[in-house]
């Protein structure tokens, strides 16, 4: 059942990232370029927890998954912070 709520949690993630990335290329308004890639990067953060729970449970990635998320949310905080109007 874990290994199912790695997956779409992953799956969801990406799928918003990919609507984000989608308006931001049809509007050109920068905050959704911003919001898209922090989506990017939590949706590779949840592939990371499949693969370091599920796939290669000895391994551990811990600081990589926490890396990725927190480098997601830095740059939806930049974006926030420098492209809000």
């Known amino acids: 059942m874990e290994t199912a709520v790695?997956?779409?949690?992953?799956?969801?993630?990406?799928?918003?990232?990919?609507?984000?990335?989608?308006?931001y290329v049809?509007?050109?308004?920068?905050?959704?370029?911003?919001?898209?890639?922090c989506f990017a990067g939590l949706a590779l953060s949840n592939a990371l927890v499949?693969?370091?729970?599920?796939?290669?449970?000895?391994?551990?990635l811990y600081m990589w998954r926490l890396?990725?998320?927190a480098v997601s949310m830095l740059l939806l905080m930049y974006g926030l912070i420098w492209e809000g109007e």
Do not use: E, H
């Open 50 to 60: 499949f693969v370091d729970l599920v796939m290669f449970p000895d391994v551990d």
């Open 6 to 23: 790695y997956i779409l949690n992953s799956v969801t993630f990406g799928a918003c990232a990919g609507l984000l990335l989608r308006g």
């Open 67 to 69: 890396g990725t998320a």
């Open 26 to 37: 049809r509007g050109k308004q920068r905050l959704l370029l911003w919001s898209g890639l």
